[in-house]
Each structure stands twice: as structure tokens, then as C-alpha cells.
């Protein structure tokens, strides 16, 4: 059941942030103030404040002229972020990406410094027939549009983006949306997103008027199934030019997480607490979508673990006895945006970052193989009785030990390390909430089913959850927490932090 709520479409995907995200966070704090729970949150309540910058394209004082003729507003373009006022020629750069993996460089060939790129994709979107698991290293493995444009010397981009985006053309509102920027204030500053419009089908036909390659078909190469190959990267007529003067807002958007406290019962050890974490927002809506379903309800990632979360947090209030250690609950926010939220509370704890002897953070617990699966998107989710088991013995010996023990006299889970390694090439480590605390030096152990068929896509749903699967995985960790929490001396960390750890996260 609050599971069901939690990825259901009212809550709109979770994005960070939104009123789906702030009205699941409630949903969880009414759920521990009825269960007793001590807030641990901003001045006295469950939620600890963060917040975002955004900034939003203003289509009223944008201003675009192509080749001496001043385009509309609404009709010819739409703004969608990167203030400033630039003037160039034009380049044809594809999908507008760097895979290294799969050989995509949007300006192979060419030097397209100084010029305005037009991109036959979706600000903010991976290209069809990219996974993440493609992607690799950032800036040296993979670069998106805009990070690459900037690299190259590029002043602009115009985007030519698919049906679904063309059909919400005439709402206003909704395109600009969706091509706002969001950043967490407490971030590095950055550098400035270039200028950036979108463009009709009429205007791309116009842009690329007399050109080697026609709109029509790129478009069609762009947005086929599956995905055909894109012509290569070209430099549009020099008698082409365009100027743009996008303006932006900016304003202050809060999120939160949610922090909550159960004490323990030793006067002296309560003082301590064992964490436990979990995502609650997952990517919104626009995700490659199921059927017409453009909602990504983000049922196992991560509304499993939000919900485990939940389960182990009411099983504790209604525990005969208490633990020794108190224990932490922390449900982050922006997990899908970098690691915002647990990076936020990692540098302001609203508790003794000194005082977490560990953090055991569930990230994806919901979904298993079946047998006879062929599906190559399934080739890496674990079947119904196993779980992905990173970082355990990475910097305390004794943690490792306690997980391996209490599973092997409790429910005898297969636990595989296939990933427990920074150099493995996915980066699964830096990829979840559990290393901001890593990198605080505080022990971790993070538990992941793998990827799937529905990862960031519509179809993850409540309906396809494993729910035996979840239940076991939740218990186990209920039961790890629990033997760290009553044992008399604190872990030790024995080992030094992997130097990898110490990089930037993707």
C-alpha cells in the first residue's frame, strides 16, 4: 500500500522538485509523527531544507533573428534556458552528444567554434538507443550537448526535438518548464548554460532549406524505431546566420529532506546512531515513455527503498524493546539530479556526522529476474532471492563480517559483489547517496537489485514489484541495523578510503 502511493501517477514521478516530491515527503512524516518518531529535520519538524536555483526561460523577452528575419514566440521557437545574447553561423551536430562507447562525437570532423549548433534532440534527455550503463566517465567518456557544445567552442544550441514535445507545443508553460534549469544553491558554481531555443518543425524546414541534408530527414533518421544512423556533422551555408537574445528568471525553489530519529535505549550509546537511507524523488515525467504513459513513476527506483525505509521505520515503533544506538532515517531528495540530497546533509548534519558508526543505503530492492528472462535489458537484475552488495568490507572488516553473518542465519540471501569495486566500469559506488557518507569516512553498505528493462523508463511501476523479493532484502537489512546497533563497541574502519573515492561523482 505505500508503495502503491508513493509511485502512483498523483505523486507525478517525484521529480526534485515538485509538489508529487513535497507531498510524498508529508505522506512520510505524518507516517512517523503517528509512530512516534523524534523529528530531526529544521526547526523541529521532519524536513530539512534545501534550497534550489531555478532559472527559466522568459519567451516575453526573448528575441531571435534569423538571416533578417525576426522570429515568433510560441510559433516559430520556444526559449528554454541560458541567458545572454549570441550571433553565429550554423552547424549541424546531431544528436549534440560525446559517447565514447558508442562512438558518437556530434562534431567529428569539424570545427564548429564560434557557430550556433542546431540538435535534433531533447534538452536534458539521453538520445534514443543510449543507456546510462553507455555512458562511463563524465567529461572523458561522455559529455551532453551542452557540456560538449561549450567544449567545442559552440555560442548556442537550437533543438529540434520529437512528436510528444511538439504536441505539447501550443502549452506555454509546459515547454518552458521543461527546459528550466534547476541547481542545488550549495553546489560549485558552474559554468553559464549557452543560450538555448527550440524550434518548430516549419523553422527547421526553413533553417535547413537547400542544405546537403533536408529537416524531414533527419528528423525522420533522428526519431525512427529503432534509431537510424544520423548523417554526419556539417556546416550549414555561411549566407546563414541567427541571433539570439534569450532571457531568463531566476528564483528560489525549496525541496527538503526528511530526517527523523528513533532513540536508543542506552544512556550512553544512544548518543550513536546506525543510518539508514534511502531516495525519495526519482526523474518526473518525459522518460521514455509506455504506451502513451509518459509518467516515471519510479516504483523501484526508488520507491522500493523509500518504502523499506518506511516498513523498517514502523516496525521499530512497534518493537517490544529498543535498540541500544539510535537510529537515523534519512529519505534524500535530487539522488537523480547528483547526489543533492545526501550530499546537503553529509555537509550540514542535522546529527553528529562523527556519532554515524554506519549507513546502509537501499537504492532498488524491488525488482527480480524470472526464469527463462532473455531480455537483454534483464541481463543484469537479480533473480528473486539475490541482491547486489557494494561496499560492505570496503572500509570496515567487521562490517562485512556482521552482514555476512546475520544473513547467514536469517534468511540466507545470495549476496553478489559483481560491483563492489570503484573501478568497476558502471560506477555503481558513485552513483547513489551512500557515498557522500563513504566520503565522510563512515562505513557503507549499499543493496541494489541491478538494472532493468524499466530503468528510467514509464514502465516502473508498483504493479511489477517482487514484493516477496522486497520483503526479504527489507528484513535483512532490518536485522544488519539491529546487530549494529546492540553490539557494545562501535565498528572500527580499518581500512583507508580507495583513492577513487575522493573523485567527483556522475
Not at 103 to 125: E, L, S, T
Not at 286 to 313: E, F, Q, V
Amino acid at each position: 500500500d505505500y508503495l502503491t502511493f508513493i509511485a502512483s501517477d498523483e505523486m507525478e514521478g517525484r521529480d526534485t522538485p515538485s509538489r508529487g516530491l513535497d507531498t510524498t515527503a508529508k505522506f512520510l512524516a505524518m507516517n512517523l509523527s503517528r509512530w512516534g518518531f523524534k523529528p530531526a529535520g529544521d526547526e523541529g519538524s521532519f524536513f530539512q531544507r534545501i534550497d534550489l536555483r531555478r532559472e527559466r526561460a522568459d519567451s516575453g523577452l526573448t528575441k531571435i533573428d534569423y538571416s533578417g528575419r525576426t522570429l515568433t514566440s510560441g510559433t516559430d521557437f520556444m526559449p528554454v534556458g541560458g541567458a545572454g545574447d549570441v550571433s553565429g553561423q550554423l552547424v549541424f551536430a546531431g544528436n549534440g552528444w560525446f559517447v565514447k562507447s558508442k562512438d558518437i562525437d556530434a562534431y567529428k570532423g569539424i570545427d564548429p567554434a564560434g557557430r550556433i549548433a542546431v540538435i535534433f534532440g531533447i534538452p536534458n534527455m539521453l538520445p534514443r538507443g543510449i543507456a546510462r550503463a553507455d555512458l562511463g566517465k563524465p567529461r572523458e567518456e561522455f559529455m551532453n550537448p551542452s557540456d560538449y557544445a561549450r567544449s567545442k567552442g559552440v555560442v548556442g544550441l537550437i533543438y529540434v526535438p520529437d512528436f510528444q514535445f511538439f504536441a505539447n507545443w501550443r502549452n506555454r508553460q509546459r515547454i518552458i518548464e521543461r527546459g528550466s534549469t534547476v541547481v542545488a544553491k550549495f553546489q560549485p558554481q558552474t559554468a553559464a548554460a549557452l543560450p538555448s531555443i527550440v524550434i518548430s518543425p516549419e523553422t527547421a524546414n526553413m533553417i535547413f532549406a537547400g542544405e546537403r541534408q533536408t529537416a524531414a530527414g533527419i528528423f525522420n533518421a533522428s526519431y525512427s524505431s529503432p534509431p537510424a544512423t544520423l548523417p554526419a556533422p556539417f556546416l550549414l551555408s555561411d549566407q546563414k546566420k541567427i541571433t539570439m537574445n534569450v532571457a531568463n528568471n531566476t528564483e528560489t525553489v525549496p525541496t527538503q529532506n526528511v530526517v527523523a530519529v528513533w532513540e536508543g535505549s542506552d544512556p550512553v550509546l544512544k548518543a550513536e546512531y546506525v543510518a539508514l537511507g534511502a531516495h525519495y524523488d526519482h526523474v518526473g515525467s518525459g522518460c521514455p515513455p509506455a504506451g502513451s504513459d509518459r509518467i516515471c513513476n519510479g516504483a523501484d527506483d526508488d520507491g522500493s527503498g523509500t518504502t523499506a525505509l518506511l516498513a523498517m521505520a514502523e516496525a521499530l515503533a512497534k518493537a517490544p524493546v529498543r535498540p541500544k544506538r539510535s537510529v537515523l532515517f534519512v529519505w534524500h531528495c535530487g539522488e537523480e539530479k547528483g547526489l543533492w540530497g545526501s550530499r546537503y546533509f553529509t555537509e550540514f548534519p542535522t546529527v553528529p556526522l562523527n556519532q554515524i558508526v554506519a549507513q546502509l543505503n537501499i537504492d532498488m530492492i524491488g525488482r527480480s529476474k524470472k526464469q527463462g528472462d532473455t531480455n537483454t535489458r534483464n541481463v543484469d537484475l537479480t533473480g528473486p532471492d539475490a541482491v547486489y552488495l557494494i561496499g560492505s568490507t570496503m572500509m570496515s572488516t567487521e562490517l562485512g563480517e556482521l552482514v555476512n553473518s546475520v544473513n547467514n542465519s536469517f534468511l540466507k540471501l545470495t549476496f553478489d559483489t559483481k560491483y563492489d569495486d570503484p573501478k568497476d566500469p558502471n560506477r555503481f559506488f558513485f552513483r547513489s547517496d551512500h557515498y557522500n557518507y563513504a566520503k565522510k569516512g563512515i562505513p557503507i553498505i549499499f543493496f541494489f537489485d541491478g538494472v532493468h528493462e524499466d530503468y528510467h523508463r514509464a514502465g516502473d511501476t508498483a504493479d511489477k514489484i517482487d514484493y516477496q523479493k522486497m520483503e526479504k532484502i527489507t528484513r535483512t537489512v532490518y536485522m544488519t541495523l539491529w546487530e549494529i546497533a546492540i553490539r557494545p563497541a562501535r565498528l572500527k574502519v580499518d581500512k583507508p578510503l580507495p583513492a577513487q573515492i575522493t573523485g567527483s561523482t556522475d
